[in-house]
Every structure is written in structure tokens, then in C-alpha cells.
């Protein structure tokens, strides 16, 4: 199968976007889930190139999204950090003042200075702007490291159908696209689950419960079970003992 238009072409760029709306000129919103395009399979390549395109503009989307939750996190960041630097500041610099008596009452303020400071970082740390802002950023690059994964990967696939020899049949050719298109939904709903799941664990109170103390979450690994061999003997998951059953005791004699 021919593949020389499966490598879509970027769109051009519109007018200014207007606020609360994405490079994609859709209202941000939250990251919810998206309609799959249904469309016909008579043209193999076309439906390819929607689909390629669908992909990309979800990646888009939850990179615009990050980028712009990060925006109001940085600029309240910011505003904290400086007000705990220039109150730790105050809070040494008006106690020498009033020691010199160029100041009344300078330690008082000093230590209404200092209590400044600690309400910030405190405000900073409880509703977690600073950490926030860096969750967000390190999302968005993720994201973009993916998608530019996937457009080399797809125009690999593209080169590979135009300069060939081609290798198996239509059918399979377009199998390994739409595997490599799979494998990109997944992992991009890998790194949201992950930053979310980051952001979940920042309003727990109390220690994290390690080992067997952590609850089950709804994404964790399946348990393993007990699965017979070739010979039908059950086989037990590595790192367990068997259970021997309880003999009753003997009884005497009578």
C-alpha cells in the first residue's frame, strides 16, 4: 500500500486564538475523552491520515492544556517566593535598626516580617503552586517528547512504503500503522494518569502506606494468580509459600 499522503500537513496558522481557547481554537476545558472518528476503509490511506491527525491533535491539545495550567500556578508562584524572600529579609534587617534606635520597636516588626515569610511558604507548600507549576511543565515536555517520537515513527512507516521494497501485504502495512498510533494513545494516557496520579498523592494526610499497607488503586498491576502448568499442577506466583492443610490431631486410645 502506497503511503506517499499519509504524512499530514501542518495546518496553517489562523487568527489570533481568543482566551480560554487551545492552538486547536477549542475551549480548554479539562482533559476528557474524544469522540474516535469513524469513517470509511475504502480508502485505507485517507482514513490513516485522519487518524494520524485525530492523534496529533489530542497530543496538542493536552501540551496547550498543561501550558496554559501552568500560567496562573507560575504567576502566584512567583508572587509567594518573593513575598517570603523580602520578609525573611525584613525580619533580619528591622531588629539591627532597632537595636541602633534608628527604628522604634524594630524587633516587633522584624518578627511580623518573619511570620510574613512563613505564611507564604506556607501558602506555596499547602496548596502546592510552586510544585504545580513544575508538575505541568514536566508534563507538557513528556507529551511533546511522545508526539515527536510518533512523527518520526510515522513518517518511518511513510518512507518505508514509498522507497520499500514493501514488506507483507496492504493489510499489514496498515496494521503496523495503526499498531504505532495505539501505542501512542497509550503511553500519552500513561503520562496524564501519572502527573494525575502525582497531584492525587499531595492531598494525602498522614505517611504514604508503603507495601502491603497500600490500597489498591484502579490502575494498578492485575494480582497474580494461581495458574496450572502443562502437567495441571497449580503453579503459585513467585514469592509465596503453599498453605498445608491443618491434620487433626489423633485421637486415643480408648
Not at 501512542?184 to 498523592?201: G, I, K, Y
Amino acid at each position: 500500500m502506497s503511503q506517499p499522503d499519509m504524512q499530514p500537513e501542518r495546518p496553517p496558522e489562523g487568527p489570533p486564538r481568543a482566551e480560554g481557547e487551545d492552538a486547536q481554537g477549542r475551549d480548554r476545558g479539562d482533559l476528557a475523552g474524544r469522540a474516535f472518528p469513524l469513517g470509511d476503509w475504502g480508502e485505507p490511506a485517507e482514513r490513516l491520515d485522519e487518524l494520524y491527525q485525530w492523534a496529533e491533535t489530542g497530543a496538542l491539545h493536552v501540551i496547550d492544556w498543561y501550558l496554559a495550567d501552568r500560567v496562573a500556578k507560575r504567576r502566584t508562584a512567583r508572587i509567594l517566593r518573593a513575598g517570603a524572600a523580602v520578609g525573611v529579609s525584613a525580619g533580619a534587617l528591622l531588629p539591627l535598626l532597632g537595636v541602633s534606635g534608628a527604628l522604634d520597636r524594630g524587633a516587633e516588626y522584624g518578627y511580623l516580617a518573619l511570620l510574613l515569610a512563613a505564611v507564604c511558604m506556607g501558602c506555596d507548600r499547602f496548596f502546592g503552586v510552586t510544585a504545580g507549576w513544575m508538575r505541568d511543565v514536566a508534563a507538557a515536555q513528556a507529551v511533546q517528547r511522545r508526539l515527536e517520537a510518533l512523527q518520526f515513527d510515522w513518517a518511518s512507516e511513510s518512507v518505508r512504503e514509498v522507497l520499500g521494497p514493501t514488506e507483507g501485504t496492504a493489510a499489514e502495512a496498515a496494521e503496523r500503522c495503526l499498531t504505532v498510533l495505539r501505542r501512542f494513545h497509550e503511553d500519552l494516557a500513561e503520562l496524564v494518569r501519572s502527573e494525575t496520579s502525582d497531584w492525587m498523592m499531595q492531598f494525602r494526610t498522614g505517611p504514604v502506606p508503603t507495601g502491603s499497607q497500600a490500597a489498591p488503586v484502579p490502575w494498578g498491576p492485575p494480582r497474580q494468580e494461581a495458574a496450572p502448568d502443562r502437567t495441571g499442577r497449580i503453579v503459585l506466583p513467585p514469592g509465596t509459600r503453599p498453605n498445608m492443610p491443618r491434620q487433626r490431631p489423633p485421637e486415643p486410645p480408648r
